[in-house]
C-alpha cells in the first residue's frame, strides 16, 4: 500500500473512532483532503486509493491541479477553502464545487453572478471568526445572522453551513469550547429558518474535538499528505 493509501486509512480510522465515541455515524462524517502545496500526481494517488473530495487554498494552484486531473473531475469534489479576493472569484466560481471562507457579502455576490448557468449552484459555508483573534479571518459570531440571510438569497450559491479555524491549542477538552459555539451558532441560524447541514471544522491536530462538537466535514492535509514543506 502507498503511504498515501495508509495515511488515508488511518485519518479514516481516527474519524471512525471519533464518531464512535461520540455515539454518531462515521459515514456522517465527510473527509476533505486538503492538497495544499501537493503535486497533482499525489492527489491522483489519493483519488485512487478512494478518496474524492479535494482542498485548495491558492487558486491558481487550485485550477491548475483541476486542469492536470481532469479526466477524474466527474467524480472528484474540488473545495476552495483559502481566503478570497475579489479579484479571483471567477476563476472559482468557474473551477470549484464549494467555497467554505465566504466572510463578506460582496464575495458572495460576485460568485453568485459568475457561476456559469449550466453548472449546479457553488455550495458554500460562511467563515466564522470564533476564537476572535483580531488577525484570523472570518466574520464574527455576531455578524453571522445578517450575512447567511443574504447569502441563502443568492441564485448561484447554495448556503451550506459555517466553517471555522479556530486559534490552535493543544488540550483536547479546551479545543472543544469553539467547536461548541459553532454548533450552537448553526443550531440558531437553523431555529431562524435556515437550511443549513455543514459543520466545517476539524483538523489534522483538532478533529477528534471537532467531531465530538458536531463537525460533518473534517478537512484534512498533514495526516494524509505529509508535513508541507
Ligand atoms: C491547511 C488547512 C487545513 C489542513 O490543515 P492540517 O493541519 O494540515 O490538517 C485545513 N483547513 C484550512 C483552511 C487549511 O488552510
Request: aromatic content about 4%; some cysteine.
Amino acid at each position: 500500500m502507498s503511504v498515501i493509501a495508509a495515511n488515508l486509512q488511518a485519518v479514516n480510522q481516527r474519524i471512525a473512532a471519533a464518531a464512535q465515541q461520540a455515539g454518531r455515524q462515521p459515514g456522517d462524517i465527510a473527509l476533505l483532503a486538503v492538497s495544499k502545496t501537493v503535486s497533482a500526481d499525489r492527489v491522483r494517488a489519493a483519488a485512487e486509493a478512494g478518496q474524492l473530495a479535494f482542498g485548495e487554498n491558492y487558486v491558481q494552484e487550485g485550477v491548475e491541479k483541476i486542469a492536470a486531473l481532469a479526466d477524474l473531475r466527474s467524480r472528484l469534489q474540488w473545495h476552495f477553502i483559502g481566503p478570497l479576493q475579489s479579484n479571483k472569484t471567477r476563476l472559482v466560481a468557474e473551477h470549484f464545487d464549494w467555497v467554505h471562507a465566504i466572510d463578506r457579502l460582496r464575495i458572495a455576490e460576485r460568485l453568485s453572478a459568475q457561476r456559469p448557468a449550466g453548472m449546479a449552484p457553488l455550495q458554500v459555508c460562511i467563515q466564522v471568526n470564533i476564537s476572535g483573534e483580531a488577525s484570523k479571518s472570518g466574520v464574527a459570531p455576531a455578524d453571522v445572522p445578517a450575512l447567511a440571510q443574504a447569502v441563502a438569497a443568492l441564485p448561484g450559491l447554495r448556503l451550506r453551513g459555517l466553517m471555522a479555524i479556530p486559534e490552535p491549542e493543544d488540550d483536547p477538552v479546551a479545543q472543544r469550547r469553539p467547536f461548541a459555539a459553532m454548533r450552537a451558532l448553526l443550531d440558531g441560524l437553523r431555529e431562524g429558518g435556515l437550511d443549513l447541514d455543514t459543520l466545517s471544522m476539524g483538523m489534522s491536530g483538532d478533529m477528534e474535538a471537532a467531531i465530538a462538537e458536531g463537525a460533518n466535514l473534517v478537512r484534512i492535509g498533514t495526516a494524509i499528505f505529509g508535513a508541507r514543506g
